[in-house]
């Protein structure tokens, strides 16, 4: 029993050292990989740009329900005018890095997961090696990297879709005064709120870029393998994302 | 080639959204507005008593008329004062020395700012000069504490009266 829980243990150790290894090796490769933009800018395109009606979907009704809520909870204060101050905080600092990485996760982790696995399965990425093409310069790091910079960029457009979503519902629907909406806003709402933003997004991003092709290259090469690669990622981008935002949370503060 | 051609434009129209996206965000929803670019300043400082809740960013007014923000609110632990560090937009460059310092509160629940109503002196303000006349943050539990207090010190006016009244009657028995 002991001995049981005790190889669990080293068992997770060695993943998280072994994902640890992976980052330095993408982030070794990077400055070689930075020279080929074409091969970023394919990945940025299959991860950001096209996650972008999911994100910007997601990001109006998420600020309309922030709308609708902080207004009916505001409303017993008789301070309605604060909704632009709380939706744009909850947006900026909370919703739009953590909702924009689940989605991201979802959309793009698991293609990102199913491609490399695949590319596993079907032998690609042995091939590539014995052409002497290193798998991970030709086809790893340019994903990872295109994770990692779509991400701060989705979150910036969740955020802002979010606003307007709130001023949608606050201020045409419920009829609260357009302009308290924004210079409340404006006065409550400070830079470092928009940089604690960024910051988180782009951590989420190197964390679920991360993941995603960590579980894609070391997938088992089966059919099954690489369903199980795919449902790994959402689950531990998930558990991962949100354990993150309560560390850097908690660092900003 | 017309493929990649299409796929950078579909990279680049993201690209260029998401950054727009950041701007909008730190120019539009913050009062950071265009700083790293922002008007000539200068910078005068205050002491109050007693600064109440009042917040590094907050608006600084000369009637009504933003004229600069607070940036930097600090403890002066010789005067037990606080010492406020007020930006002021270079284009009204002509505030009065003797001009004075008021924190004001913006509606019933909102944030505090500065208030500044012109003196009379003929000499202005200048980098690094500093306000001598300031008044403090309205707080309300102090409010309502002096309330309390003169409510209680003129019931017992009206009764040490009363109370004294049947000795006086007596005596002129």
Request: charged letters at 15%; glycine letters at 12%.
């Amino acid at each position: 029993m002991i001995g049981e829980l005790w190889e669990s243990f080293t068992d997770a150790l060695e993943g998280l050292g072994s994902v640890v290894h992976f980052l330095f090796r993408l982030v070794g490769n990077t400055p070689r990989v930075l020279l080929r933009f074409n091969l970023i800018s394919q990945q940025i395109f299959n991860s950001g740009a096209l996650s972008l009606i999911i994100i910007m979907l997601s990001g109006l009704f998420v600020g309309m329900v922030l709308g609708l809520q902080g207004f009916q909870l505001l409303q017993r204060f008789g301070s309605e005018e604060a909704l632009g101050t709380a939706a744009t905080i909850g947006l900026v600092k909370e919703l739009g890095p953590v909702v924009t990485a689940l989605l991201f996760a979802g959309r793009a982790g698991t293609a990102l997961a199913s491609e490399l696995g695949l590319m596993r399965a079907t032998d690609q990425l042995s091939a590539m090696e014995m052409m002497a093409v290193d798998p991970i310069q030709r086809v790893v790091v340019p994903r990872f990297l295109g994770g990692v910079i779509a991400m701060p960029l989705l979150a910036g457009i969740f955020s802002v879709i979010g606003i307007y979503g709130a001023q949608l519902v606050g201020v045409q629907i419920m009829g609260v005064d357009s302009g308290s909406f924004w210079s409340q806003m404006r006065s409550a709402v400070s830079l470092s709120d928009v940089t604690e933003g960024v910051v988180k997004s782009f951590v989420f991003g190197v964390a679920c870029s991360l993941i995603a092709v960590y579980q894609g290259y070391y997938a088992t090469p089966t059919a099954e393998g690489v369903g199980r690669a795919t449902t790994s990622t959402v689950v531990t981008s998930a558990v991962v994302i949100l354990f993150l935002d309560y560390l850097i949370t908690a660092a900003f503060l | 080639m017309r493929k990649s051609r299409t796929l950078n434009l579909g990279t680049g129209s993201f690209v260029l959204l998401g950054f727009a996206a950041l701007f909008f965000l730190t120019t539009q929803t913050t009062s950071h507005g265009l700083a790293v670019f922002g008007p000539a300043h200068y910078q005068v400082t205050a002491k109050f008593d007693n600064v109440g809740d009042l917040k590094v960013g907050a608006p600084v007014s000369m009637s009504g008329v933003e004229v600069g923000r607070v940036t930097k609110i600090d403890f002066d632990s010789n005067e037990y004062k606080a010492v406020v560090l007020l930006r002021l937009n270079e284009r009204y460059s002509k505030i009065p020395t003797d001009s004075d310092a008021s924190i004001y509160t913006q509606g019933l629940l909102g944030g505090k700012f500065i208030g500044l109503t012109a003196g009379g002196a003929d000499t202005y303000l200048k980098d690094g000069g500093q306000i001598d006349f300031t008044q403090s943050a309205f707080v309300l539990e102090n409010l309502i504490g002096q309330v309390l207090a003169n409510f209680t010190k003129s019931k017992a006016d009206e009764q040490a009266p009363a109370r004294a009244d049947p000795k006086a009657t007596e005596k002129t028995k």
